[in-house]
């Protein structure tokens, strides 16, 4: 009796319906405090070489843009990335491109304006700000372009 009490009870535990799986909630990786410290100091990066471009050091400010490549790569490497990490990233690319199309490097200077173009026209919401960058971009690529014969 004792064996079938414990069958009949082995065979309707069987038929419970499976536990809810366990949700796994995945951190915000902008939350972390080295992601809004890496915007912090790509911005600080872009306005150093800015200022070297205009001041007339163009290898320095080069340097600066070369040494901030692996804090934009951070920065766009989480899903979302916010808005004033893309703002810095944006603006050192805008540099870049800018210092290449001065030295003559049309090709790629329009490249880094394409990828500016469509960071801001993709950016939801829209504001008047990232309108003024598309309007920025935009007119690099036309800059680009006229350099290269396109139009």
């Known amino acids: 009796m004792r064996s079938v009490c414990v069958a009949a009870t ?18 915000d990786p902008t939350r972390e ?24 050091k163009p290898d ?19 899903p979302r990335p916010t808005l004033p990490a893309m703002e810095a990233v944006s603006d050192l690319d805008q540099l870049y491109g800018r210092m290449l199309l001065e030295n003559r490097n049309y090709g790629w200077a329009r490249l880094l304006f394409q990828k500016n173009l469509i ?21 690099a690529i036309a800059e680009c372009d006229r350099h290269l014969g396109l139009y």
């Open 119 to 139: 960071r801001w026209k993709n950016w939801k919401p829209q504001t008047p700000e990232t309108a003024r960058r598309v309007k920025l971009a935009a007119a």
């Open 33 to 56: 405090p080295g992601y809004a410290e890496a915007t912090g100091r790509l911005t600080a990066m872009s306005l150093e070489a800015e200022g070297l471009l205009k001041s007339g």
């Open 60 to 78: 320095q400010a080069a340097a600066l843009i070369t040494a901030g490549q692996p804090l934009l790569n951070r920065l766009l490497s989480v």
């Open 10 to 27: 082995l065979i309707l535990s069987a038929c419970a319906p499976a536990p809810p799986p366990v949700e796994h909630v995945q951190a």
